[in-house]
T-cell receptor, first 110, second 113 residues
Framework: QKEVEQDPGPLSVPEGAIVSLNCTYS??????FMWYRQYSRKGPELLMY????GNKEDGRFTAQVDKSSKYISLFIRDSQPSDSATYLC??????????FGAGTILRVKS | DVKVTQSSRYLVKRTGEKVFLECVQD?????MFWYRQDPGLGLRLIYF???????EKGDIPEGYSVSREKKERFSLILESASTNQTSMYLC????????????FGSGTRLTVV
């Protein structure tokens, strides 16, 4: 079993839809939770991060962490074609080593 | 704007060749990393370095080595390239201890034939 599980998609939605991206994990020691966005032929860029449980909002993006269920989510409101990318979840116990999910391909159709 | 620069976007090498992938960062970051990215497997850590001349194995170090002679440069070496090392290679650097704040390069797509 992988330490971090993420549905690879692709997930295809119409413009303006609410998108939900999810990851589950098995290591209860993870404390830092991140979402990276990766456009085609580019490296990943940090989108959001959360420490421990709870919600964090940044514009159209909301990150949620439920440590009791070992489940994290990224919600995108009013999705745009420019949101089309691969979204990677990543987690850390603290220290420098990140564990990444496989990434979900998102396509937002105009 | 801060940058991590990987010297090549695309490389094609023959089986058995020694391959060097170069990465340079201009942010004065202590930490540097090499990952490979494969469909369905996500990013897997090959090696990382906390300081000049220091290196530590990641999850999949077999068949690879690294060199960090200067703070800004971290090189990944494939001693004898094999077809199963065909992949996207990503370099990253970070300053923060918690593992957030990684900055990635644009990647090198290596094909071994």
């Amino acid at each position: 079993q992988k330490e971090v599980e993420q549905d690879p998609g692709p997930l295809s939605v119409p413009e303006g839809a609410i998108v939900s991206l999810n990851c589950t994990y098995s290591n209860s020691a993870f404390q830092y939770f991140m979402w990276y966005r990766q456009y085609s032929r580019k490296g990943p860029e940090l989108l959001m991060y959360t420490y421990s449980s709870g919600n964090k909002e940044d514009g159209r993006f909301t990150a949620q962490v439920d440590k009791s269920s070992k489940y994290i989510s990224l919600f995108i409101r009013d999705s745009q074609p420019s949101d089309s990318a691969t979204y990677l979840c990543a987690m850390s116990e603290g220290g420098n080593k990140l564990v990444f999910g496989a990434g979900t391909i998102l396509r937002v159709k105009s | 704007d801060v940058k991590v620069t990987q010297s090549s976007r695309y490389l094609v090498k023959r089986t058995g060749e020694k391959v060097f992938l170069e990465c340079v960062q201009d942010m004065d970051h202590e930490n540097m990393f090499w990952y490979r990215q494969d469909p369905g497997l996500g990013l897997r850590l090959i090696y990382f370095s906390y300081d000049v001349k220091m290196k530590e194995k990641g999850d999949i170090p077999e068949g690879y080595s690294v060199s960090r002679e200067k703070k800004e440069r971290f090189s990944l070496i494939l001693e004898s390239a094999s077809t199963n090392q065909t992949s996207m290679y990503l370099c990253a650097s970070s300053l923060w201890e918690q593992g957030i704040g990684y900055t990635f390069g644009s990647g090198t797509r290596l094909t071994v034939v």
